[in-house]
C-alpha cells in the first residue's frame, strides 16, 4: 500500500496522559501536513513539516502539542496532557512538493476519557 | 472565519437529476482542491484545479475555478446512488503564515436517492 498510513486508527487515552499519532507519508513524499477535525465542524490545518523541519506551525495549539518528522521513521504527533476537547479525528496529509496536491490517511480517532 | 463557503450544506435528490455545489471564497488562492470523504476514511482528492477560469472534468463530474481564483463549483450530472458522500473544497493560498495548509469549506452532504 503506497498510500498514506496513519497509526493507530483509533487511540483512547484518559485525561492527563499523553496521545501520539503516527503518519507514514506516501512514497516519494518529504512534505506532511497535520490536520484535526472536530465533531460538525470542517478540518483545520495544524502543522506543515519536511524532513527534520517544521515549516509552519501557525495551526498549533501553543501548549501540549508538539509534531515531528525526523530523518527515519514517521511524524509524530504528539499531545502532552490530553483534556476531553482533544477528542478528534487527526489526519496527515503528505505532498511531494510545497504547491502539490496533498493526499490523505485515515485519521486517528482520539478519544479521552 | 470561514474563509471558505461551501453551499449547500446539505442536498438530497433524485438519481438521475444534475445538482451544483459551490465553494466561495473573499480569499484568492493558487489553487483549489476538492475531495470526497466517507464515513470513517480521509478525504479522497478528486481533482486540482491551478489556473483561473480553468473547467477539468472527471467522467460526469464537472469542476471549475472562478477566472479571480476566488471561488469553484461542482456540477454532477446524471447523478447516482454511488455519488452519495461527503463533497469537500479545500484552497491553497501558500507563502507560509498558515497559508501552506489547506483551507477546507464545512462540506455537502450529497445524497442521491435511487
Known amino acids: 500500500n503506497a498510500g498514506v498510513m496513519q497509526n493507530p486508527r483509533h487511540l483512547v487515552r484518559r485525561r492527563g496522559q499523553e496521545a501520539r499519532l503516527r503518519c507514514s507519508p506516501m512514497k516519494g513524499h518529504s512534505h506532511v501536513y497535520w490536520y484535526r477535525q472536530l465533531p460538525e465542524e470542517g478540518l483545520k490545518f495544524m502543522v506543515y513539516?519536511?524532513?527534520?523541519?517544521?515549516?509552519?506551525e501557525s495551526g498549533m495549539p501553543k501548549e501540549r502539542f508538539s509534531a515531528e518528522f525526523p530523518k527515519e521513521g514517521p511524524s509524530i504527533l504528539r499531545i502532552q496532557q490530553v483534556v476531553r476537547g482533544d477528542s478528534a479525528a487527526y489526519f496527515c496529509a503528505s505532498s511531494g512538493g510545497a504547491s502539490q496536491p496533498q493526499h490523505f490517511g485515515d485519521g486517528t480517532r482520539l478519544s479521552i476519557l | 472565519t470561514q474563509l471558505l463557503e461551501q453551499s449547500p450544506q446539505f442536498l438530497s435528490i433524485q438519481e438521475g437529476e444534475n445538482l451544483t455545489v459551490y465553494c466561495n471564497s473573499s480569499s484568492v488562492f493558487s489553487s483549489l482542491q476538492w475531495y470526497r470523504q466517507e464515513p470513517g476514511e480521509g478525504p479522497v482528492l478528486l481533482v486540482t484545479?491551478?489556473?483561473?477560469?480553468e473547467v477539468k472534468k472527471l467522467k460526469r463530474l464537472t469542476f471549475q475555478f472562478g477566472d479571480a481564483r476566488k471561488d469553484s463549483s461542482l456540477h454532477i450530472t446524471a447523478a447516482q446512488p454511488g455519488d452519495t458522500g461527503l463533497y469537500l473544497c479545500?484552497?491553497?493560498?501558500?507563502?507560509?503564515?498558515?497559508?501552506?495548509?489547506?483551507?477546507f469549506g464545512k462540506g455537502t452532504h450529497l445524497i442521491i436517492q435511487p
Open positions: 479545500a484552497g491553497l493560498r501558500g507563502g507560509g503564515g498558515g497559508a501552506d495548509g489547506l483551507t
Open positions: 484545479v491551478v489556473t483561473g477560469g
Open positions: 513539516l519536511q524532513k527534520e523541519n517544521i515549516i509552519d
